[in-house]
């Protein structure tokens, strides 16, 4: 595989489920991301990891608890999700700093 | 707070023709700025990356300028095809501990009709 890639592609939970996204990244990159996009806002930053250790957490509720066990995979833990969490949830990695490359996205459905 | 602003939201322009979308933002002491492509329902495919020291990128049918002091950034495409239809978002990041850290618009919606 190469670049990011982001599993599962789509996932309907409801708002009891625990559940987990996962992302890795191919590129040798030593930071990753995590962003969401709602219809109509611009996409937002989540969280960063660099070098594993997170750099940055923009406000996010703690239902989202990220997880960095090395530069290469990034997790996102899900618990008592809220209908208003239903987003793309795209990851993305680049060295820190630079050209940021993303994954294809996990589609969320929180009922 | 840096904002990004996208005019136009959508723009449909036929086959072959040169467009230029453009792209503001508020606080000029930006690291770098980035365009991107993003397909519906897709991730997004990075397309162009300007530090802030330069002036412009190119690549294929693409050009991307940055004028810093005025915040602005536009994206020049070049005979446009089909193909090219997406949406398209700008991003920039600041200096500082946040280099990583992009602030995006909200996109502009590109239709090239045959």
């Known amino acids: 595989e190469t670049g990011v890639t982001q599993t599962p592609r789509h996932l309907v939970m409801g708002m009891t489920n625990k559940k987990s996204l996962k992302c890795e990244q191919h590129?040798?990159?030593?930071?990753m991301y995590w962003y969401k996009q709602s219809a109509k806002k611009p996409l937002e930053l989540m969280f960063v990891y660099s070098l594993e250790e997170r750099v940055e957490n923009n406000s996010v509720p703690s239902r989202f608890s990220p997880e960095c066990p090395n530069s290469s995979h990034l997790f996102l833990h899900l618990h008592t999700l809220q209908p208003e969490d239903s987003a793309l949830y795209l990851c993305?990695?680049?060295?820190?700093?630079?050209?940021?490359?993303f994954g294809p996205g996990t589609r969320l459905t929180v009922l | 707070k840096q904002e990004v602003t996208q005019i136009p939201a959508a723009l449909s322009v036929p086959e072959g023709e040169n467009l230029v979308l453009n792209c503001s933002f508020t606080?000029?002491?930006?690291?770098?700025l980035q365009w991107f492509r993003q397909d519906p329902g897709k991730g997004l495919t990075s397309l162009l990356l300007i530090q802030s020291s330069q002036r412009e990128q190119t690549s294929g049918r693409l050009n991307a300028s940055l004028d810093k002091s005025s915040g602005r950034s536009t994206l020049y495409i070049a005979a446009s095809q089909p193909g090219d239809s997406a949406t398209y978002l700008c991003a920039v990041s600041r200096y500082g501990g946040s280099q990583g850290n992009l602030i995006f618009g909200k996109g502009t919606k590109l239709s090239v009709k045959p």
């Open positions: 590129l040798g990159h030593n930071a």
């Open positions: 606080d000029s002491a930006i690291y770098n």
């Open positions: 993305a990695s680049s060295q820190f700093g630079n050209e940021q490359f």
